[in-house]
Every structure is written in structure tokens, then in C-alpha cells.
């Protein structure tokens, strides 16, 4: 971690001690009671029916929705998940997702009855490197209260995250695309590396049984021969499956760094990196087609990217 | 549509549940959950913070969660719990796809873990606790 980034993540674990001893927000009541016709509203939206719904009570899951701000939230500046995610967006973590709902309900709520609801910052954990950034883990906890009887709670963790692109960008200078590890070409893998150059996903195949086999090697694992040629494949296949690399860094790759091994529709299977891919879109049976990245004028690497129609 | 089945093992299934996603039912349940985030309602301003489409806001699928438990098992327990993990956003046009087992049985209380998939994987892994009522 550099010093800028250790400064920062002590800053951040300040204001998280200083707004988590402020402890609970005054209780903020919600704008209506318990009522039938909100119900029916989520009953018709959600497609929920039991006769306990129009008999007096509300769905448990409906508990944060009596207390929801509205169309025109009015903001309490006391809020801790507002002061705590201003401050990470001020310290560069602009983007936001939610990751985890726990909801406990005491018991269920009556037409009629009122609730309010307090805040506190629950936990807040980080810096994290995570699929779609560094970022930090925001717990809040939330109470509803009928009067002074506790009726539910809520702990609430949203990831509060700098986008991936924003701290690596291409180009970064720390990452210089050259220095990737070279492979090892040898009289068994040179027809390899001479067609990645011109373009050609090559196959090795038997000389004497016409068999496919990857990687190559010198003798036939079907016939044991040891005359070698090879085929020229189509560069389409799908994903057999994959990893996400995140650590330890890897030499002229940027990390998390995506591997396939492809499923070659000529039968053989191909480890490589995808591209075009992130963690959310990348899944085991994808077609894919193969790419080329001209490292420099030794070596071409194939790359797989998604299939385009 | 109310059925009351029991739960009475642990790892008996309950029967998958396919809902497909629309726009309209994206926009109805964030109304009905009184969530007015863009996002929720309003694809230009979704695409143009980066996501595909608009998508289903977290009351939502709290609710959805919550649905397919008491589609199943009617009025013979309550919820006490619902805690959910999320995952992939759910899109208008991708279909939810609901699926439970029992994780655990303590006397009255019941476990049960949910998962709701869209095509792009897990939208939501929950874990819901039933009290059968007396």
C-alpha cells in the first residue's frame, strides 16, 4: 500500500469511529401509519395473497417500506450512511452497490399502528480489492420501533468502490505489456508460436492416426506415433471453464486477470486469457472465439473474447 | 393461491418458481416499495450510469423472497427472518428463477435457503427463517 493510500485508509477508519459514536439517529417516524391501501399496492405489485394481508396485518418484508423517504427524501445530516458514503465519494470511492439485506421482524405489523426508525453505523471494512474494485464494505443497522417496542431490524452493507477502470486504467504505467512471461518454444511447440504470428490457431495432429492433441508434444497419446503435423482450427469454442487471478501479480498483466480454458470446437482444449470479459459477464459455457495480442515482434498470444453473432 | 405445506425435512425442495422480469413489473414493485431511485424506473438514466436496462430494486427481492415462502407454505408459519445476499442485477427480459431447500430444523423454526437465478447467475442467495405458528 502506498503512503497516499495508507493516509487515506486511516482517514476513513477515523470517520468511521467518529459517526459510529454518535451512535443512534433520533427517531425518524414514518409518514403514514400501517395502512390497507399501501398493502394492497405491494400485495398487487410483489403478487403476494394470503388472507392475513387483508385481515389486519402487513407482509413482514414490507417493514422499510412504511419509513422509505419518498419521492423527496429530506436528508437528515445526522444520517451515517449519508455522512459515511460522502465521505468515501470525496475520497474517490464514487461508485456504489449493495451486497447485503438481513431483515429480522419480532413480529408482524398492524393496520393502524406507526412505525419510526433509527440508523447507526454498524461496521465499515476495507479497503478490499474486489470484482468490480477497491473499495469498502458499509454495515448499517437500522431499528423500527412501534412506540418503544422494537418491531424490526435491518442491517443494510452496500460496497462503496472505485470503479476498476479509475485506478487502472489501460495504460497504466505500472503494467508495461511487455515483460509478460515468454513461453518455452522448442522443435514440439515452434508450429505453434509461427502460427500465432500469422494468425493461425494450430492443432497438433497425428501424422499416422490423423488424432488431435493439446499441447503438443512428441508422441501420439492414441497411437504413440511420433510423425507430427498439424490443422489450422476455425478459432471458435466455448468455455470449459475458467479463474479469476487476483494474487499474486503477474508480469505485464493487469490484475484480476481473467483464464479460460477453451473447449475448441475441433475437441481439444486451450488455456488463454479472455478478453472483453468481466467477472459479472464471464460464465462456463460461453462461446468464444479466438483473438490475437501482439505482444512484440517475437510473440503473438491468443486471447479468447466472447462470440459476436 | 394459497396452499399450506409443511416443511418437515431437512433438504426436501420446494418447487422451483419462473418469474419473468418486464419493465412494468420493475417499475410497479419500486412504486409499491416507495423507491424512487432512477435506476428503478428510468433506462436513460440507468444506461448512462453504465447498466444495461433498469432493474429490481432490494425491497423487491426481499418481497420476492418472501413471496415464494409463502406461496408454498400459506399461512402455517411466519417469517421471522429474511436475509439476502446479492448478485446479479435482474433485468427486464431475463427470467427469476426461484429455488429452495431446508437447511435446518430447530422444533418450530425452519430454515430455509433460497436461491433466485437469472441468466446471468445468483440475483440473490437468502437464507429465511419460518416459525410455525401455533
Redesign the interface.
Known amino acids: 500500500m502506498s503512503d497516499h493510500d495508507q493516509a487515506l485508509a486511516e482517514a476513513v477508519s477515523l470517520e468511521a469511529a467518529r459517526i459510529q459514536a454518535l451512535g443512534e439517529t433520533a427517531p425518524r417516524l414514518a409518514r403514514d401509519p400501517i395502512n390497507q391501501p ?1 398493502i394492497n ?2 400485495l ?9 394481508y387483508t385481515a389486519g396485518e402487513a ?4 417493514a ?2 412504511w419509513t ?4 423527496h427524501p429530506q436528508r437528515d445530516p445526522n444520517d451515517p450512511l449519508h455522512s459515511m458514503m460522502q465521505f468515501l465519494t470525496d475520497a474517490g470511492y464514487t461508485a456504489v ?9 419480532h413480529r ?1 405489523l398492524r393496520v393502524g399502528e406507526r412505525v419510526s426508525v433509527t440508523t447507526t453505523l454498524d461496521a465499515v471494512v476495507g479497503p478490499k480489492q474486489t470484482g468490480v474494485g477497491v473499495g469498502y464494505f458499509v454495515t448499517t443497522k437500522s431499528t423500527w420501533r412501534v412506540g418503544e417496542e422494537e418491531v424490526a431490524t435491518m442491517l443494510f452493507r452496500v460496497l462503496k468502490y472505485r470503479p476498476k477502470g479509475a485506478d487502472s486504467a489501460p495504460g497504466d504505467p505500472a503494467v508495461d505489456p511487455t515483460a509478460v512471461l515468454r513461453p518455452t518454444r522448442n522443435a514440439d511447440t515452434e508450429f505453434f508460436w509461427e502460427g500465432t504470428q500469422a494468425g493461425e490457431l494450430r492443432i497438433q495432429s497425428c501424422a499416422d492416426c490423423g488424432a488431435l492433441r493439446h499441447p503438443p508434444g512428441p508422441a501420439c497419446p492414441q497411437c504413440g506415433a511420433l510423425s507430427r503435423t498439424h490443422v489450422v482450427a476455425a478459432g471458435t469454442g466455448t468455455l470449459f471453464s475458467y479463474v479469476i487471478h487476483r494474487h499474486p501479480p503477474v508480469p505485464g498483466k493487469t490484475l484480476p486477470l481473467l483464464l479460460g480454458l477453451v473447449e475448441l470446437d475441433e475437441g481439444v482444449r486451450m488455456v488463454a486469457e479472455l478478453r472483453g470479459l468481466d467477472e ?2 464471464v ?1 462456463i459455457d460461453l462461446p468464444v472465439q479466438v483473438a490475437w495480442q501482439r505482444i512484440d515482434d517475437d510473440l503473438t498470444l491468443p486471447v479468447f473474447e466472447p462470440r459476436t453473432p | ?2 396452499s399450506t405445506s409443511t416443511l418437515s425435512l431437512v433438504g426436501q425442495e420446494l418447487p422451483a418458481w419462473e418469474l419473468p422480469i418486464t419493465p412494468t ?1 420493475v417499475v ?2 419500486a ?6 431511485q432512477d435506476v428503478h424506473h428510468d433506462r436513460d438514466l440507468a444506461q448512462s450510469y453504465g447498466s444495461q436496462d433498469i432493474f429490481l430494486n ?10 415464494y415462502l ?2 408454498y407454505v ?2 402455517a408459519y ?9 448478485g ?1 442485477p435482474a433485468y427486464p427480459y431475463d427470467t427469476l428463477v426461484f429455488t429452495g431447500e431446508v437447511s435446518a430444523i430447530d422444533g418450530d423454526e425452519v430454515h430455509v435457503s433460497v436461491v433466485g437465478a437469472v441468466s ?2 445468483a440475483h440473490v442467495t437468502a437464507l429465511v427463517l419460518l416459525r410455525r405458528r401455533r
Open positions: 399501501m399496492n405491494w398487487e405489485a410483489i403478487g403476494e395473497s394470503l388472507p392475513r407482509p413482514p418484508a414490507m422499510q417500506v422509505m423517504g419518498g419521492l452497490l449493495g451486497t447485503n439485506c438481513e431483515q429480522t421482524y408482524y459479472e459477464a460464465r | 393461491m394459497t413489473l410497479s414493485t412504486i409499491a416499495t416507495r423507491d424512487f432490494i425491497l423487491t427481492t426481499t418481497g420476492l423472497v418472501e413471496r409463502t406461496d400459506g399461512e411466519d417469517v421471522g427472518s429474511i436475509n439476502v445476499r446479492l446479479a446471468l447467475g
